[in-house]
C-alpha cells in the first residue's frame, strides 16, 4: 500500500511569489491534514479537509489556502511568499477524521529567499 | 491558548535502558493523544495513541500513560536501542491536533 505521497520535495520560491504543494493520501482515506515545521515554531496545524470541504483551520494569515479535490488528493497554497515561509510542509492522511491514526508524507521543504 | 509542552527537550539513555518521555497538555477537553517519531529528513511517524477514556495502552516495547487529572502524557519505551534515536513528539486533538515542541533522545550504544 503506498504511502503518503507529497510533491515536490524541495522548492526555492522568491518573496512575492506564490506557490502550490500537493498531497496524495493513502488510497482510502479521506482524510488530509497540512502542518507547517519549522525550528522555532515546531509542528502547527494549517487545515484539514474531509470529503472536499475545509473542516478545521489554525492560526495562520488568509495566504495559506488549500483545497481537496475527488480523489481525496490536496493542494495547499501559499500567496505572497515571505521569507518566514520557509518550512517543512507537511501533509497527513487519516482514514476517516484526524482524530484516529495519521499517516505523514516527507513533506516539501519550501526556502524562500 | 492551545498548546502542549514537553518537560524535556533533550534525553540521553543507554542502550538496553528504559525511556520515558514527558508531556504536558493544556486543553481539558482534548480526548485524543498521540506519539509520534520523526527521524531526519522523514516526517512524523505514528508510534501510538490513547483515548481520554483509558489511563494506559501498550504497544510493541512502548507504553503511554494518560493523567488527565494533572493533563500529562507519557511514552515509555522499554529496552531502548539506537534505532529508536528520533524527536518525539506529543499530540493532543480536540477537532484539530497541536503538536508538543518535541524531545530529541539520544541513544548511546
Known amino acids: 500500500k503506498a504511502g503518503v505521497t507529497q510533491t515536490p520535495r524541495y522548492l526555492i520560491k522568491t518573496r512575492g511569489q506564490q506557490v502550490t504543494l500537493s498531497c496524495s493520501p493513502i488510497s482510502g482515506h479521506r482524510s488530509v491534514s497540512w502542518y507547517q515545521q519549522t525550528p522555532g515554531q515546531g509542528l502547527q496545524f494549517l487545515f484539514e479537509y474531509f470529503s472536499e470541504t475545509q473542516r478545521n483551520k489554525g492560526n495562520f494569515p488568509g495566504r495559506f489556502s488549500g483545497r481537496q479535490f475527488s480523489n481525496s488528493r490536496s493542494e495547499m497554497n501559499v500567496s505572497t511568499l515571505e521569507l518566514g515561509d520557509s518550512a517543512l510542509y507537511l501533509c497527513?492522511?487519516?482514514?476517516?477524521?484526524?482524530?484516529?491514526?495519521?499517516?505523514f508524507g516527507q513533506g516539501t521543504r519550501l526556502t524562500v529567499v | 491558548g492551545e498548546s502542549v509542552g514537553l518537560h524535556l527537550p533533550t534525553l540521553s539513555v543507554q542502550e538496553g535502558d528504559n525511556s520515558i518521555i514527558n508531556c504536558a497538555y493544556s486543553n481539558s477537553a482534548s480526548d485524543y493523544f498521540i506519539w509520534y517519531k520523526q527521524e531526519s529528513g522523514k516526517g512524523p511517524q505514528f508510534i501510538i495513541d490513547?483515548?481520554?477514556?483509558?489511563d494506559k495502552r501498550q504497544g510493541q516495547r512502548v507504553t503511554v500513560l494518560l493523567n488527565k487529572t494533572v493533563k500529562h502524557l507519557s511514552l515509555q519505551i522499554a529496552a531502548t536501542q539506537p534505532g529508536d534515536s528520533a524527536v518525539y513528539f506529543c499530540a493532543e486533538n480536540r477537532f484539530k491536533t497541536i503538536f508538543g515542541a518535541g524531545t530529541r533522545l539520544f541513544v548511546k550504544a
Open positions: 490513547i483515548r481520554s477514556n483509558m
Open positions: 497527513a492522511s487519516s482514514l476517516e477524521t484526524a482524530n484516529t491514526e495519521a499517516f
